[in-house]
């Protein structure tokens, strides 16, 4: 299979590819890691008149620490999160979960993030920890919490003329923990059900913060704000967990498809919520 | 656009559409009819192979990404005597049957006992992962995996 026609362009910096982009408009598309963009072009569910490749684009590979930040830039492969001795909590749990190790080399953080794939883990990810999005356009840079970049299933709050070139993940300075729980039929599938959890624990032993988001079971990775609620100014518990787990369950929005039930995704739901929020806890305790 | 690609350290030069896959460019530019294609939809891992030493599956990357880039196929493996351990524990353990997944197989161990010489049967079934065989089950595939990592280790 072949994708329809198109120009390409191997941008050589941040400026090139923004340029690129800004020219071509919503028709242009940038090649990352490709990894869900080129099977949908070979499927044609997508036909982009023009592909800005930024492979080639020096700097953008920055996986790095700084301000409290996790920085992961737009090169960052699943593969390089997944080795790193600088990711954590549910950062550090999902990168392996990410399909399979070979997508894993060339897939990006980034790109996945920007693909908006409802059913794709790093948004849940980033949902659950608070993490931004910085975009580079003709005008400059701007950021974009990651609430406000997931507009809806494949839709992302990026303009025509914007391009993303990191994410930022806040590193919490006390006591944290995080974990991302995943069924999937087979490795490379996508999730059937999964979920993300991010404790952060006070000085005096309770949830001083909290993030709890869906991948899956849900038109568009949602950060479930009512189990959160629950959570924080509490102590962990299995009780507390299992409540947390039970308002995941109904603010979920899973369907009956080949991979189950509704009914059967939405106790799964429940089940990993508590499980996520209990190995998140146990970190952050640790 | 004109690119040139090492394959198996020989460059091809070639024009190609940007939308040429990086596998048609093997088979047919190339003419390495090893790296086969099956699924087409970067679910099999039949197309893999090594860019620049890390496995990726070829029929989702275009061409015109590997331009300057180095590729090694399953025409690449060589040993001592013309076969490469990894080809003479496939051989040796009944790693294979129809064959048609094999290629990728053993480009993938290349790269995991590049990494890590001694794995478990656990580290070779992960790395494997993305790669499927509708015929023997893994289990002889894992044991050639490790038996060449042991017999490379020796040499």
Redesign the interface.
């Known amino acids: 299979m072949f994708p329809s026609s198109f120009d390409y362009v191997a941008a050589r910096s941040v400026e090139e590819a923004v340029a690129e982009k800004a020219s071509g408009g919503d028709d242009t598309r940038v090649l990352a890691g490709g990894q869900s963009l080129l099977p949908m072009m070979k499927m044609r569910l997508a036909a982009p008149a023009k592909l800005v490749d930024i492979n080639r684009v020096v700097g953008l590979d920055t996986l790095e620490r700084t301000n409290g930040h996790l920085r992961v830039g737009a090169l960052v492969r699943h593969a390089d999160v997944a080795r790193s001795d600088l990711a954590f909590g549910a950062v550090e749990s999902a990168a392996p979960w990410i399909s399979d190790p070979l997508v894993r080399n060339l897939g990006t953080l980034c790109g996945s993030v920007a693909h908006c794939d409802p059913e794709g883990d790093w948004n849940s990810v980033l949902l659950a920890t608070g993490a931004d999005v910085v975009a580079r356009g003709p005008s400059g840079e701007r950021t974009i919490p990651i609430a406000d970049f997931v507009v809806d299933f494949f839709t992302n709050a990026l303009r025509p003329d914007e391009i993303v070139t990191e994410v930022r993940i806040p590193v919490p300075a006390g006591r944290s923990g995080g974990s991302y729980q995943k069924l999937e039929r087979k490795v490379g599938d996508y999730a059937t059900v999964a979920v993300a959890a991010h404790v952060e624990l006070g000085p005096d032993g309770t949830i001083s913060r909290a993030g709890v988001a869906l991948t899956a079971v849900v038109p568009r990775n949602t950060k479930v704000v009512a189990a959160e609620q629950v959570l924080v100014g509490n102590r962990p518990s299995d009780e507390l967990f299992a409540e947390a787990g039970e308002v995941a369950a109904q603010a979920s929005e899973p369907r009956d498809d080949v991979r189950g039930s509704a009914e059967w995704k939405r106790n799964v739901v429940r089940v990993f919520t508590r499980r996520a929020l209990a190995a998140a806890a146990r970190q952050a305790s640790s | ?1 004109e690119i040139t690609v090492t394959v198996n350290g020989q460059d091809y030069t070639h024009d190609v ?5 990086l596998v ?1 460019f093997i088979r047919t530019k190339a003419e390495l009819t090893g790296t086969h294609i099956g699924c ?4 099999c ?1 039949a197309c ?1 192979v090594l860019l620049d030493g ?4 070829s ?4 061409a ?2 590997a ?1 300057g880039r180095s590729i090694t196929t399953v025409e690449g493996l060589k040993g001592a005597d013309g076969v490469h351990p990894i080809q003479a524990a496939f051989k040796e353990e009944h790693g294979l049957q129809c064959g048609f997944c094999t290629p990728g197989m053993m480009l ?1 161990a290349v790269a995991l006992l590049e990494q890590n010489p001694a794995p478990t049967d656990d580290d070779v079934r ?2 494997i ?3 499927l065989c509708r015929c023997t089950g893994y289990m002889n595939i894992v044991k050639a995996v490790r038996a060449a990592g042991a017999q490379m280790a020796t040499t």
């Open positions: 656009m559409e940007p939308r040429t896959l048609d087409d939809t970067t679910s891992g893999t890390t496995p990726v599956k029929c989702t990357v275009l015109v990404q331009d993938v992960w790395a992962s993305g790669n």
